[in-house]
């Protein structure tokens, strides 16, 4: 009952695992992490990759059998902790991370690992795929979102492989995706304040259908008029924070006072 109420799903589909492992290109030699390897489908096919690898795993009797599988491979070193609250930066630096991420923690997870991204080269990672479509998505699509921005501000994105839910065991109600973040060498846009930047960027989606002059009313005092339009930074506030990119975000951020921090 414990592995159905953790949400983990298996992969069970060999040849997708190695093409996983593949399009991961990892480095031989190099440190790779992988985070809940459950039955070690992936593990597998990372060991065999070359790769020095560290496998997170909080299940207990998951991690016995993957000790029984591989603990005399010398390139396997096996951690038994939650990932949700592990500390990335006793790995070292310019690891890989490629891993089917389970599906209960998937966004808490993967947001600690970009906490991390000075320590990380890549992340080659399997998700929910309405969760990677938002990871992609650009202005104006309806899965773009405060993920989006959070995402892409930090890391490039690459989507790389479709994974249909017959792949795993349990069977999932929904596909998987693939997806390559690869954290970028400075933020996509600059701003004065990063902790200011995303407090504009969840205000501006709290209500995603509302228009910015609504969302952001906690500024209202900054706002301009011209020709009987609101406007923010040159920004029309009657267009909604979905149809705006990063760029617009930081023009808002940089120009709206931090004092409401």
């Known amino acids: 009952m414990k592995k159905q ?18 399009l991961a290109g990892i480095v031989p030699g190099g440190p ?11 593990t597998e096919f990372l060991l065999d990759s070359g790769g020095s690898l560290t496998a997170i795993e909080i299940d207990p009797k998951l991690a016995a059998g993957l000790r029984e599988r591989f603990g005399a491979r010398e390139n396997f070193h096996l951690i ?13 630096s310019n690891y890989q991370v490629v891993s089917n991420l389970p599906y209960y923690a998937a966004t808490h997870i993967m947001k600690r690992l970009i906490h991390y991204r000075e320590r990380i080269a890549d992340m080659t990672l399997m998700l929910q795929k309405e969760v990677v479509d938002r990871l992609a998505a650009g202005p104006g699509q309806k899965e773009y979102g405060s993920l989006s921005v959070f995402t892409q501000f930090y890391c490039s994105v690459e989507r790389l492989l479709e994974i249909p839910a017959s792949a795993f065991s349990p069977r999932p109600k929904i596909d998987s995706s693939l997806v390559k973040l690869t954290p970028l060498e400075k ?21 995603k259908r509302k228009m910015l002059k609504n969302n952001l009313r ?44």
């Open 32 to 42: 790779v992490v992988e985070i809940g390897p459950g039955k070690g489908v992936l």
């Open 187 to 207: 933020p996509r846009v600059e701003v004065t304040s990063q902790k200011h930047f995303f407090k504009v960027v969840n205000a501006a989606f709290f209500h």
């Open 80 to 92: 038994e902790a939650d990932a949700i609250k592990f500390d990335y930066g006793s790995l070292g």
């Open 5 to 22: 109420r953790l949400g983990q799903n298996f992969l069970i589909d060999t040849s997708i695992a190695r093409e996983i492992v593949h």
């Open 218 to 261: 906690g500024w209202e005092e900054a706002f301009e008029k011209e020709n009987g339009t609101l406007h923010l930074a040159g920004i029309d506030l009657s267009r909604r924070g979905e149809t705006l990119s990063l760029a617009d975000f930081a023009a808002l951020s940089n120009h709206l006072p931090e004092t409401h921090d």
